[in-house]
């Protein structure tokens, strides 16, 4: 059952998205050459404790900290630590969550770490980062879940890939519903499945963390002995983004962006509904 929200229940879920974006930029601001992982770690909680929210990551299924933090070739699910140091050259993908009286968001970016980084890399977050935006320009009225999966996939597989190739969409894992609780029905394919259908009708209340994973190389990952961290097979290095999005009568409102995604939707020629909080 896909979980409908009222107006009210969105601007609960704007205030967690807005808590979630400020743990992007004090994540992103510590994310240099020389920190841990679990440096970064202790920046969410902080950001977390000022605005008096909780995190929806820690405990999780027995995860063991407040973010999720992916280097180079671990897609997602990567786990805090002291001993995993970022260097120069880098890419880091940051998943966080936070909860408001109950209500959710979800978001991951991915950061370059230092400088000196490939145009292949920069091209891979560019890529990842605009089908998530091509997946949540596709949330309209009318449309149907799969339209969304299909706008992320034909975004990716249009782009060259430096070097040649293709880029792989990451097959066991996508987005989902959100609200109640961080992982709620519908699975969001970030490509299209013919066997699994067209999927619900996109209808006002419908939410949505939209989250493309891609890689350089194959789709195909694993779980480390951790039984979290994810890294694909090949040992390509990858990308995630994400961005929780309610559908609402005036529109899509992105959640988890500082502006509700206002200035990245007009670019697409869409007006982002009105923010709920301003």
Request: glycine share 12%.
């Amino acid at each position: 059952m896909v979980q409908i929200k009222s107006p009210e229940q969105i601007a609960k879920m704007r205030e967690a998205g807005l808590v979630v974006a400020a743990i992007h930029a004090a994540t992103r601001e510590a994310a240099v050459p020389g920190a841990s992982t679990w440096d970064l770690d202790q920046v969410a909680r902080k950001v977390l404790a000022e605005h008096d929210a909780k995190s929806n990551f820690l405990g999780y299924g027995g995860f063991p900290a407040t973010i999720c933090t992916s280097v180079n070739e671990v897609v997602v699910h990567g786990i805090p630590s002291d001993d995993v140091i970022l260097k120069d050259g880098d890419i880091i993908s940051i998943d966080c969550g936070a909860i408001i009286d109950g209500w959710h968001g979800d978001a991951a970016y991915t950061a370059f770490v230092g400088s000196g980084h490939s145009p292949e890399l920069v091209e891979l977050s560019r890529v990842t980062e605009e089908s998530m935006w091509a997946g949540i320009a596709a949330m309209k009225q009318g449309n149907r879940l799969v339209d969304v999966s299909r706008a992320i996939e034909t975004y990716i597989r249009r782009q060259p890939k430096p070097g040649g190739g293709k880029y792989g969409i990451v097959e066991d894992y996508g987005g989902h519903g959100i609200g109640t609780e961080m992982h709620m029905d519908p699975h969001l394919l970030n490509y299209v499945d013919r066997k699994r259908g067209k999927g619900p009708k996109l209808v006002p209340g419908f939410c949505l963390a939209i989250e493309p994973m891609v890689s350089l190389g194959t789709p195909r990952t694993e779980v480390l002995s951790d039984d979290w961290t994810v890294i694909t097979t090949d040992g390509t290095w990858s990308s995630h983004w994400e961005h929780s999005v309610a559908l609402t009568e005036q529109g899509p409102l992105v959640l988890t962006a500082p502006d509700g995604g206002k200035a990245k939707l007009a670019d697409l020629g869409i007006t982002a509904a009105p923010d709920p909080l301003a």
